[in-house]
């Protein structure tokens, strides 16, 4: 058996499964069983996946463990369309659906946003998301989001002292400057990129 301090000199830094199997000299499937051991004893960590090149990102210290970030919290709760993170996004202290929500916004991504609206189904705080949106003007893009997920799926009710509009000025959630859903662009005054095929695919 390989001594794992040996191991983890000749890991350290940045690795692909194929540079890792390369370095060690061992068949695909051991590496791979190699570096789920390490991961579980906290000397690597991983990013990208899907469409990007995985890469294990291995320490002769153990890592403090990631916290979760917007890619990793709309993941969570997107069914169907997953992210790849094209940073690393950690928060640290308290983060959950109502940040994710404003910080996938303001990426003006049309995939991003995209897949947030699944989002609606798990907003516990209305309060909070109403003073986070405020703080970054961006009330109208949650509300014609909001009508705009629960024609396709059941969302958290939200409470009408929120449901109102704050600003009479034309916005745009991403580059696109297409008023899809008519009625209710018209009324948060917010270009909506989305049509129902895109809402079907997410």
Request: charged letters at 30%; proline letters at 3%.
């Amino acid at each position: 058996m390989r001594n794992q301090d040996d191991i983890l000199r000749k890991l350290e830094g940045l690795q692909t499964i194929e540079s890792a199997s390369h370095v060690l000299g061992m068949a695909r499937q051991s590496t791979l069983n190699l570096l789920s051991k390490l991961k579980k004893q906290q000397y690597l960590t991983t990013s990208g996946g899907g469409k990007r090149k995985r890469l294990y990102k291995i320490t002769l210290r153990k890592q403090r463990p990631r916290d979760p970030g917007m890619f990793d919290i709309i993941n969570k709760y997107s069914p169907h369309m997953k992210i790849a993170e094209w940073y690393d996004h950690q928060v640290h202290g308290v983060y959950g659906p109502e940040e994710a929500l404003i910080d996938a916004i303001e990426t003006q991504s049309f995939r991003v946003i995209l897949a947030s609206l699944h989002l609606f189904k798990h907003i516990t705080d209305w309060k909070k998301l109403y003073k986070l949106a405020n703080e970054r003007d961006c009330w109208n893009k949650v509300g014609a989001l909001y009508d705009v997920a629960r024609l396709f799926f059941k969302a958290v009710r939200i409470p009408s002292r929120y449901y109102h509009v704050l600003s009479q000025k034309w916005v745009q959630l991403s580059q696109l400057r297409k008023k899809n859903f008519p009625d209710i662009a018209e009324k948060w005054r917010v270009f909506i990129p989305f049509n129902i095929n895109d809402l079907r695919e997410a």
